[in-house]
């Protein structure tokens, strides 16, 4: 009878410990070979490379390439923390308002498209798209509705008196919010109106539906966050803490009841809020006015894009919070930003007239990046 060891089955020994004994040549690399013999000589048909290095070791060494692979001239730009005035849409645009004009960058070709030109002082205020429809929030008060396929006006809505700054979809609903504190949701399969949420008593400079679509989140320059749910007029909850207006808002994708909330310039702090209580977990002082918040799934990390004092944007592992690295710098606040689909790039744009594109991939997953000067005219 075959004696077996137990102490091999039960070792509490880790695995990657035990695959090093067995390749002394090296330490961190196991390879599995399946042979076959040919004569007297063994031929290596497979071979595999299993690294062993655990994976909280590759997350601390993870790294963000510090300089941008492409730049895009954008003259005209707004430096008005209030403006949302750039969005990377599903299908690879980009949109972006400059002075009293809204372009889209085709990231795949390169193409620069006119969408739109307004007169008399007028501008776009916010973008977001939804597919192929690009919703417009203009300065007069109006939200305009382009086709982005075929690059024309496919409808309109007057459901503000003065301008439209904030923007979010909840599928067939278009949620705005403008600088009276009102904000309207519109149902575009019939063109109407189905609520409005009055309770902020300022500007409205950020709105974000949640992941599951339940809830809205709206910041603004009262200092306050409101928790809004369609077929309600009143807020579910109303955070108060930030000393400062609140435009950088994101929902958390692995912890969907928690949202994060960035300060302005008199706060520099990000808050974590829990909805299900109303209660804040967490919250981190920053050095600089908190400009965008986007949550990243495939590590659990979180961006963060500042303004006044540092310009920049930081990578953040969220678990500890711990600073990843710090990138994106510009001359100016970085007041808009936007992931691509993939959430593999980042765009930052800010009032020093350059939109950037940033990879925020393992420098090892990325070639390496070559800069472009492409203006926007």
């Known amino acids: 009878m075959k004696t077996i060891n137990l102490d091999n089955i039960f070792s509490t020994e880790p ?50 390439d510090t ?19 750039l969005d990377w849409s599903s299908n690879n645009y980009i949109s972006i308002c400059l ?6 960058y085709d990231v795949a070709s390169k193409d620069v498209i006119n969408l739109a030109t307004f007169e008399g002082g007028v501008y776009a205020s916010s973008l977001k798209s939804n597919g192929n429809v690009l919703a417009a929030g203009i300065s007069n008060g109006d939200i305009a509705f382009y086709d982005v396929e075929k690059c024309k006006l496919i ?33 575009l399969r019939d063109n109407k109106e189905i609520s409005k949420f009055k309770f902020h008593t300022q500007e409205v400079c950020g709105l974000k539906w949640s992941n599951s679509k339940r809830y809205l989140a709206s910041g603004a320059n009262d200092n306050c966050i409101n928790i809004w749910q369609l077929g309600s007029n009143s807020p579910r909850y ?60 495939r590590y659990k990390e979180m961006i963060t894009a500042h303004g006044y004092s540092e310009n920049d944007i930081c990578l953040w592992k969220v678990s500890n919070f711990k600073k990843i690295c710090s990138f994106g710098k510009h001359d100016n606040r970085v ?32 070639s390496t990046p070559v800069v472009e000067n492409i203006g926007i005219r």
Not at 99 to 104: C, F, G, S, T
Not at 167 to 179: E, T
Not at 335 to 345: E, G, N, V
Request: glycine share 6%; proline share 2%; hydrophobic share 35%.
């Open 15 to 64: 695995r990657y410990k035990r695959l090093s004994k067995k390749n002394s040549q090296n330490k961190t690399i196991y390879n599995d070979r399946y042979t076959k013999k040919f004569g007297f000589v063994d031929k290596i048909i497979v071979s595999t490379q299993i690294v062993t290095e655990p994976r909280y070791k590759r997350l601390e060494t993870r790294k963000v």
């Open 155 to 187: 409808g309109k809505s007057s459901s503000h008196q003065t301008r439209v700054t904030s923007l979010d979809w909840n599928g067939n609903v278009l949620s705005s919010g403008s600088r009276t504190g009102l904000i309207s949701n519109l149902d």
């Open 238 to 297: 109303s955070l108060t803490g930030h000393s400062s207006a609140v435009k950088a808002l994101d929902w958390c994708p692995w912890r969907v009841s928690i949202l994060a909330s960035g300060g302005g310039s008199k706060d520099k702090t990000v808050r974590f809020w829990d909805i299900e209580t109303g209660m804040c977990e967490n919250s981190v002082e920053m050095s600089s006015q908190v400009c965008g918040i986007h949550f990243l799934t």
């Open 99 to 104: 002075a009293e004009e809204i372009y889209l």
């Open 67 to 85: 300089s941008p692979f492409r730049i895009l001239d954008a003259p005209g730009v707004y430096d008005d923390y209030y403006l949302n005035i």
């Open 335 to 366: 007041l808009y930003t936007a992931l691509s689909p993939d959430q593999t790039i980042l765009a930052s744009l800010a009032a020093d007239e350059n939109l950037k594109f940033w990879r925020i991939l393992d420098q090892t997953d990325v």
